[in-house]
């Protein structure tokens, strides 16, 4: 029995008199939360939320008999062979067997025609190394994780395809969209969309939604009836609480991740990080059937990658490409170039003259803000990207800016130029290095170094790609030298050169760690003790 705690208050009545009144305590003890019947309660709302869904077919794949008799020893040599492969199984507990890996598009597509055109049409000679058709076309969830330009976006588009059309019921009972393919940025949902529509199968419908893009016109064809929706989460998230999708029909999810971390920004893009990748995603899944197919792809795989995949795969198998510690694209030379901040300009126009005529370039910079002064002496604002380009202008050199502020049509037409070559430098911020595939690329220019190490990466595998090689030149400068460790590290798996102003710019930040760590010491005696 819980008694509250009573306490004693002394009032005067009309005669005088002093009386004692024992009134309760105003706040009484809280009642104890019952968990167990809170977690039944959610398991009996689940079960009614999902209740009455289609059953969903998964295993689609036929071992071709090629692929069946491969040895052991003919696997691992075709994995080491073909970029390193490696597979392994996550599923804790027993091991299921990894596939044999299919060394040509009919051993896994040749029950499938329709497939086999699309891939001769668009004049693939080979499986990409990032193929896990098998494992994917088994039902099973899969992680992928390659460097840019390994195929990862084919990987899961063609078993997706053939999830779409296989399904026990018709896309007319289905009630909404069957795939969805969720990507961080507009520019990589766009860039999966029109490699979606390279492979028309079956008569699928894609649309691709965005934030920035027509908003009644995407929720016009998503009205109509679409089969595959590639979408970002903001978009999404708003056409979800509005009932515009129903995405408890999704039963194929595949999810393109890049390593970001939270940081003071001002792009749309980063905005959206800032507010957590991972939240937005589990919001959207809320709605989608748990017993879905997943496919999670990544270029890198740090640790937030990795928890986010914890976190919405089911016993999944991982197929990576090379190793899975950061690593550049061994198809780019990496010249790092020690400078100080003020004649990092000069050496860009330098840099720029010295360009061939076929030579095509993206120029990274960083968020930092520029005065402009005008002859009235009003200062402005204005992004580094357009810095740049309007000094480019100035000098008659065609060139195109890409960045957050910029309107959505600007920011397509700046592609679409420096895709078809009307413009041959693109200055970016990091926008542009998540998902843009130019395959004529030749070089990346690193102006600002950027805000983390994996960036970096990203940025560097935007050239180099389909087998073609590239380079990438990197300006650091003294307050960028708390990333030079990591760096060294990138270039020696890379086996680059290794300026030894960058090894002595490491050295000193190292230094400058542990000094600051003494003098901590010496503050405050009793973090020692407690380390």
């Known amino acids: 029995m819980v008694c509250s705690i009573k306490q004693q208050h002394f009032v005067t009545n009309s005669a005088g008199e002093t009386l004692n009144v024992v009134k309760p305590e105003n706040n009484p003890k809280k009642p104890v939360i019952n968990w167990a019947s809170l977690r039944e309660n959610r398991a009996k709302y689940e079960s009614m939320k999902w209740a009455g869904l289609p059953p969903i077919e998964k295993n689609f794949y036929k071992e071709s008999s090629r692929t069946a008799s491969m040895s052991q020893e003919e696997v691992e040599l075709w994995r080491k062979e073909n970029n390193g492969i490696t597979c392994d199984d996550l599923k804790e507990g027993g091991k299921r067997c990894i596939p044999n890996p299919v060394c040509k598009f009919e051993d896994v597509f040749e029950h499938y025609p329709d497939i086999m055109a699309s891939i001769r049409k668009v004049g693939f000679q080979k499986p990409t190394p990032i193929q896990a058709w098998p494992i994917i076309l088994q039902g099973i969830d899969l992680i992928g994780i390659a460097q840019t330009g390994t195929g990862k976006t084919l990987a899961y588009l063609m078993p997706g395809f053939i999830h779409l059309t296989s ?14 393919v969720l990507a961080p940025t507009r520019e990589l949902a766009l860039q999966v969309e029109a490699e979606c529509s390279k492979y028309a ?26 089969d595959i929706v590639i979408a970002t989460p903001g978009r999404l998230n708003d056409l979800q609480m509005n009932n515009f999708i129903n995405l408890k029909s999704i039963t194929y999810l595949a999810s393109r991740i890049k390593n970001f971390v939270s940081e003071q920004v001002l792009d749309e893009a980063d905005r959206m990080l800032d507010m957590g990748f991972e939240p937005q995603i589990m919001k959207i899944l809320i709605d989608v059937r748990p017993d879905r197919q997943t496919v999670m792809t990544s270029a890198t795989w740090p640790d937030g990658v990795r928890c986010l995949a914890k976190s919405y795969l089911k016993n999944p198998m991982i197929v990576y490409v090379g190793t899975l510690d950061l690593a550049a694209v061994s198809t780019v030379q990496q010249k790092v170039i020690v400078i100080p901040e003020e004649k990092k300009r000069a050496f860009m126009h330098s840099f720029i003259k010295s360009m061939k005529p076929k030579d095509k370039v993206i120029i990274f910079v960083g968020k930092k803000l520029t005065y402009v002064i005008t002859y009235q002496a009003i200062a402005l604002f204005h992004p580094r990207a357009d810095d740049l380009a309007s000094d480019f202008g ?10 957050g502020n910029r309107e959505q049509c600007d920011r397509e037409q700046a592609l679409d130029d420096f895709k078809k070559g009307k413009v041959r430098i693109l200055v970016a911020t990091d926008l542009a290095s998540r998902g843009l595939d130019v395959h004529d690329i030749t070089h990346v220019f690193n102006f600002d170094f950027p805000r983390n190490i994996e960036e970096y990466v990203h940025r560097v595998g935007r050239t180099g790609r389909a087998g073609r090689s590239g380079e990438a030149v990197t300006l650091v400068t003294s307050n960028d030298w708390r990333f030079a460790s990591e760096l060294i590290d990138i270039l020696e798996r ?3 050169v290794v300026p030894d102003e960058l090894i002595a710019m490491a050295e000193r930040y190292k230094q400058s760690q542990m000094r600051k760590e003494i003098e901590k010491d010496i503050q405050r005696p009793w973090r020692k003790s407690s380390k």
């Open 167 to 180: 399904q026990p019921i018709s896309k007319d009972q289905r009630g909404g969209p069957g795939m969805l």
């Open 201 to 226: 199968y079956k008569g699928i419908k894609s649309i691709c939604v965005y934030g920035g893009g027509d908003r009644k016109g995407q929720i016009n064809m998503v009205t109509k009836g679409v």
């Open 394 to 403: 100035i000098q008659g050199i065609p060139v195109q800016s890409l960045h």
């Open 494 to 496: 890379a086996n680059q």
